[in-house]
């Protein structure tokens, strides 16, 4: 048996296309066929199976499937498909906000106490610090027994009990620090000065509105005509079904489920002024001194201002990004967990826009593991609330943060691991006396480092 197995990430060659001239992004067949070259390895490669859609203001969009939506049954990939969007779901949840503050309702300034006055620490954080994730509220994923919980149907009101347990992780306001845990407060201040259900405002306030028809909040045990079953990557291309996370983990930061025609009307209503007034809009796009909005990254890419937001959630990834300027959606759904979904983005908007762009050789992947896994198998931290634990199951290595999910890593050399989840290298460095020490997330000079703590 061959010591190596190869894999093709992309394709046996570099390729390297576009004019490195800027053009007016153009929706046709010629995109299309673009988008297919670009999409096909991933999918030979079992990192991508979904939707890939692109719209330009005045023309028609294209929304374009590709791979398997089950596996099992071997039944392909539809342009109407529903998948669960993850954090994707942060942007309807902050203009849920923003539509209660122009009722009157609320200001985003508000204390959290003055509509959750049972809620520890509520005193000293606003709306608007849960909203941008400055708040020190502490993320879902850390909560304790996460893991052993995260499948089951539980109580929505156990878990803000549970965050309201935890320490803040900072001083509110003074540092940036995501957090899952704090839009589900959002959720919850929703439900509280509404009077109706999280998903009930967003349904009439947004979603029936706009006949955003395939987009809802119900749990992953409804049955919906178009939703598709969740998988996430398997060994070196495989691919393996997964129990998606409970609603009440979920909810405000990654509950609802859509389509890609819906995400596309929405980010036409948003940014057309269809769904908030001129003042909101304006604090939703606004970058708060850390690339992030009001539940969007604000960045920019190939010198255009991008708003957008991606996500990841058992079984399922997503990417939405708006080209504001250019009047530009892509919207990437995937029933494949894998954050190739940016990798793959990138390349579709650099298509789109005439930006060169390069389609990398194939990726080698060792069949054996070139140390022993007990070597690498510890605890390292990257920083106060931050832990990466790796362990190994049955000759598989698996990381995890806190008490998130775990991503298999498989060997590339004697140093280098990848994760097909988290489509990133990590590293394992030694100490002068030749044990593992560190752990290094990325390839990189500026890669986070984190130091074996167990």
Known sequence: ???????????????????????????????????????????????????????????????????????????LHRPTDIFMIGSVSKQFTAAAILLLEEDGALRTD????????????????????????????????????????????????????????????????????????????????????????????LAGRIFTPL????????????????RVPGYDPWRTVAVTPVKTISWAYMAGSGSLWSSAADLLTWTSALHGGRVLNERSYEKFTRDYGYGYGYGVSVFTRFGRDVVGHDGRVAG????????????????????????????????????????????PEQRVFLEVSPVPLEELVGVYSFGPGFLVSISESDGRLLARANEGGYSELIPVNETEWFSRMLYATVRFARDDAGSIDRLIWGLGEQAPVGQRVQ
Request: a negative charge; proline letters at 5%; charged letters at 15%.
């Open 1 to 75: 048996m061959p010591l190596q197995k190869t894999i093709a990430l992309l394709s046996s060659i570099a390729l390297t296309t576009g004019t490195g001239l800027a053009q007016e992004p153009k929706v046709d067949a010629d995109l299309e066929t673009k988008i297919t070259a670009i999409v096909a390895p991933y999918v030979a490669a079992g990192d991508f199976q979904g939707v890939v859609a692109v719209q330009v203001d005045g023309q028609e969009p294209l929304i374009s499937p590709h791979g398997l939506a089950s596996v099992e049954l071997e039944v």
């Open 110 to 201: 508000d204390p959290v106490s003055r509509h959750l006055p049972g809620f520890p620490h509520g005193d000293s954080i606003s709306i608007e610090q849960l909203v941008t994730h400055t708040s020190g509220v502490a993320d879902i994923y850390s909560l304790e027994r996460f893991g052993e919980t995260a499948g089951q149907q539980g109580s929505f009101e156990e878990v803000i009990e549970a965050l309201g347990d935890m320490p803040l992780t900072h001083a509110p306001g003074s540092t940036f620090l995501y957090s899952n845990g704090g839009y589900a407060l959002l959720a919850v201040i929703i439900e509280q000065v509404a009077g109706t259900s999280y998903g009930e405002f």
């Open 316 to 359: 399922y990834s997503s990417d939405l990004a708006r080209y504001v300027d250019d009047g530009v959606t892509i919207a990437i759904l995937s029933n494949v967990q894998s954050v190739v979904r940016d990798e793959i983005r990138r390349l579709v908007a650099a298509a789109l826009f005439g930006e060169p762009y390069e389609i």
């Open 211 to 226: 006949g955003m028809l395939s987009t809802a909040d119900t749990g992953p045990e409804a049955a919906v005509q178009g």
